[in-house]
């Protein structure tokens, strides 16, 4: 938590470190609730309908009662923008099921808690974020498809954290987590992308990835710039023979790989990461001036 953090909660502004939920929010207990995080740039909320609607879509999945309007949310996102003191950083937006009795019912849970939280992100180091990051495939499991919906975006990410400690213990920047049939999905916190041959692929989100709204930019990106791109299931053995292969995400942005289980990559920053680099953050530019 860095000193400039702020939290709006169910609309109060206030200091981070002032914040408080009950300890009986279901949030808390059970990971009940949904969430997104936003970027900042230049004192504007990047994307954020997208953000809205994908946030509205995730609580209607789980049958969770939105206690403010789209509109009414984007207040509060333009009020927390306005007050946060820094140009850019990051907001985290969570909706829980609220305080209750405890038990997985939710049944008897009424009043939605809404947090935003502004602060600044960072998911790897600035030399891998310049000089690429280290990966491993991970032993841990995404979720399967037909047991959580990987468009619903929820506060339970478990199984995404159980790979990071993999990530950590082997000593690298990130992992990849494979579905039940072995084939690749996404990273802990990011969608992931290779260039072979000159084409970009990512895997389908049908395969348990996420529908990420910078993974929707790039290959928007990528359309207009020419790029051929195919949505494909990918197996390890893909990302280990790609010339390229980087990481999208609101938190992550774009960052390229360098290695992954210790197979180095031929190309790291690759021209095709470094054209859709420099579009993106051009992209950027022309939506937050």
Known sequence: ????????????????????????????????????????????????QQHLERLALSARAIALDMPYSLAE????????????SCESGYIRLMVTRGPGPLGLNPVGCHRPNVILIADQISLVHS?????????????????PFDGLDPRVKSLNYLNHILAKIEANHAGV???????????????????IFIVKNETLV????????????????????????G???????????????ADECFLTGTGAEMIPVRDIDGRELTKCPGPVFKQLNRLFFERIETESR
């Open 202 to 225: 990512t895997p389908p989100c049908t395969e348990g990835a996420l529908e990420g709204i910078t993974r929707e930019l790039i290959l928007e990106l990528a359309a207009e710039a």
């Open 173 to 191: 920047d990130e992992a990849v987590l494979l579905n039940g049939q072995g084939r690749v999905t996404e990273g802990t916190a990011d969608n």
């Open 227 to 241: 790029i051929p791109v195919r949505i494909a299931p990918l197996a390890p053995y893909d990302l280990y023979t």
């Open 73 to 84: 949310l984007t207040a509060a996102v333009q009020e927390i923008v306005e007050v946060f």
């Open 127 to 143: 030399q891998s974020r310049e000089q690429g990051a280290r990966l491993i495939i991970a032993a841990t499991r995404r979720l």
């Open 1 to 48: 938590m860095s000193e400039q953090a702020l939290c709006w909660l169910n609309g109060q502004l206030l200091p981070l470190a002032d914040a408080s939920v009950p300890v009986n929010d279901h949030g808390l207990l059970y990971g009940d609730g949904v969430f997104e995080g936003i970027r900042i740039y230049h004192k504007r909320a990047f994307r954020l």
